[in-house]
């Protein structure tokens, strides 16, 4: 099984940065591509961004430009660098990775989300 550990939320000013971390553990073989979305009350899922083993990135547009995504494949890790932040872009943020090809039983692919992290953008 997998786990996914994120860190890094909470309250910032409007304007202000906050850096988001997710860390998958557990008995991996390979992952697909790894992602931060968000969701508001009442809203859907979104994707904010998201980056393929090779480094392939693609992020919202409501993002574009302010939030960058970084990955580590040696330690299974993403990072999500948010500047300029804005009110709206208050949510809680969840990691998901999906193309996970397990060391055991059933093998894969899987899919899985992490618990979800808040980010508040207020002053």
């Known amino acids: 099984q997998v786990q996914l550990v994120e860190s890094g939320g909470g309250l910032v000013q409007p304007g202000g940065s906050l850096r988001l971390s997710c860390a998958a553990r557990?008995?991996?073989?390979?992952?697909?591509?790894m992602a931060w979305y968000r969701q508001v009350p009442g809203k859907q899922r979104e994707l904010v961004a998201e980056?393929?083993?090779?480094?392939?990135?693609k992020y919202a547009d409501s993002v574009l430009g302010r939030f960058t995504i970084a990955r580590d494949n040696t330690q299974n890790t993403i990072d999500l660098q948010m500047n300029m932040l804005k009110p709206e872009d208050t949510a809680v943020y969840y990691c998901?990775?999906?193309?996970?090809?397990?060391?055991?039983?059933?093998?894969?692919?899987?899919?899985?989300w992490g618990q979800g992290t808040q980010v508040t953008v207020s002053s």
């Open positions: 998901n990775v999906d193309e996970v090809y397990l060391t055991i039983l059933p093998r894969g692919p899987h899919e899985y």
């Open positions: 557990g008995t991996i073989l390979s992952l697909g591509a």
């Open positions: 980056i393929t083993s090779g480094g392939r990135t």
